[in-house]
């Protein structure tokens, strides 16, 4: 028995929507980062791209629970000295709230070329516009 490889002119992607209206930030990014990587599909190769692409909706109504919201500081420095930048979770998600997915959906990714090519694959939207009208995303419902 030999070990299946996928190749690149195999794969088919497919184009998914879910809606993050009240879903939990941790629980929805994992579910996002394993379909964008592809190992929801018999055909997962690590080395290769074989994952599908998602359209987020409503990220500006994520949860968090517990006291993520006012004690969950995400941080980042400037490479100036003294250009440490703070902001909380709940001033994140009023400023930027696509912001907090995309960090939470980064960091499950591989830390390689290959990763930073997957997430490209999440469109990520606060509210429910989106421009992906033409891909016919099917809506995947999480629960």
Do not use: C
């Not at 964008?36 to 629970?65: E, Q």
């Not at 960090?103 to 516009?129: C, E, H, Q, V, W």
């Amino acid at each position: 028995m030999k070990t299946f490889s996928a190749k690149e002119e195999q794969i088919k992607s497919k184009w998914y929507m879910i809606d993050a209206n009240g879903e939990i930030l941790g629980r929805l990014a994992v579910k996002v980062a394993t379909i964008i990587r592809g190992k929801h599909k018999p055909t997962f190769t690590p080395h290769v791209d074989t994952g599908d692409y998602v359209v987020i909706v409503n990220a500006a109504k994520v949860r968090l629970t517990g006291n993520k919201l006012k004690d969950k500081i995400y941080q980042h420095h400037t490479g100036h000295p003294g250009g440490i930048r703070k902001i909380s979770a709940e001033k994140l998600l009023q400023k930027k709230p696509e912001e907090i997915l995309k960090k939470a959906i980064k960091g499950m990714l591989p830390k390689n070329s290959l990763g930073r090519k997957m997430f490209k694959k999440a469109k990520i939207y606060a509210s429910t516009d989106h421009p992906h009208e033409a891909q016919q995303p099917e809506v995947l419902a999480l629960n």
